[in-house]
């Protein structure tokens, strides 16, 4: 497969520390990749970094062969539910149709082919119905099918989750999976970060494993050996009866929660 996305030597510094060091990469075209590891690693910098919101310390991102600020084609990227500001006053027919604007521009009016692509995003994701919500009003669920339906508006060539299973209900868990499996046979790039490992182990093509630089990246079953969750997660990984079990400690501020909850820990087991 054609290389997608190419990282040599990447770091990328924010909040005033390096959260990604030295980085070497490369993402095959129309791959589905799990970015994993521990809070703070450097998953959301990654994302940031590829949508030109963070730039490069040092080192060289290509993507198609072209530096970021050169990329022409749509990169849609879904945030954090916690980065939004959920009290703006924007419909969800209004959220989604910002998808539209790296193809009409900003000052231009909604084209017919515009409104056809808002409509069938919200169709896709179910919920046509809440068109002319505010967004503020709707629930952790609902929000993060109108941010997947904006993405989804985009036709991108390239989509980043940002710990999308985090907070949501398992309805929209499973629409978003069935999202993803629609994508693949577009051959649309994706990259969803994520502390689940079964859900990375068992739904995704290649894995990258970070802690703050590249500890392993490959498929899931090269990637997710003892030793590399070891090095990558340290004291919050255990074994019990053959079983890794990494213990997520949970941080205001930092990447996002996943798994089960066991009292401020969270606990995600790899088969």
């Not at 993402?27 to 998953?43: E, R």
């Not at 879904?78 to 521009?105: I, K, N, S």
């Not at 994701?125 to 941010?147: C, T, Y």
């Amino acid at each position: 497969m054609t290389d997608l996305l190419e990282l040599h030597g990447v770091s990328v510094a924010y909040g005033g520390r390096v959260a990604l060091q030295e980085v070497s990469l490369r993402i095959p075209l129309g791959a589905q990749v799990a970015v994993v590891g521990p809070n703070g690693a450097g998953k959301s910098t990654l994302f940031k970094a590829m949508v030109g919101l963070l730039p490069l310390r040092s080192g060289e991102m290509l993507i198609h062969g072209r530096s970021v600020p050169e990329y022409s084609e749509p990169i849609a990227y879904v945030p954090q539910r916690e980065e939004v500001d959920w009290r703006f006053p924007v419909t969800v027919f209004d959220v989604v149709a910002m998808g539209r604007f790296g193809r009409r521009g900003w000052l231009r009016r909604l084209s017919g082919e515009d409104r056809r692509a808002v409509l069938g995003s919200l169709e896709q994701l179910g919920i046509p119905d809440l068109a002319h919500r505010a967004i503020g009003e709707l629930s952790g669920g609902q929000q993060q099918r109108v941010f997947l339906a904006r993405a989804l508006a985009q036709e991108p060539r390239v989509l980043l989750l940002d710990e999308p299973f985090t907070g949501v209900d398992a309805a929209t868990r499973e629409a978003t999976l069935e999202l993803l499996a629609g994508l693949r046979a577009r051959s649309v790039t994706v990259l969803v970060s994520t502390h689940d490992l079964d859900l990375a182990a068992g739904r995704f093509d290649q894995v990258v494993l970070l802690n703050g630089r590249l500890v392993s990246a490959g498929k899931p079953d090269v990637v997710f050996t003892e030793a590399n969750l070891h090095e990558a997660f340290g004291g919050q990984m255990v074994v019990v009866d053959g079983k890794v079990i990494v213990v997520d400690q949970c941080c205001g501020g930092h990447e996002g929660r996943a798994g089960g909850q066991a009292g401020d820990r969270e606990q995600r087991s790899l088969r």
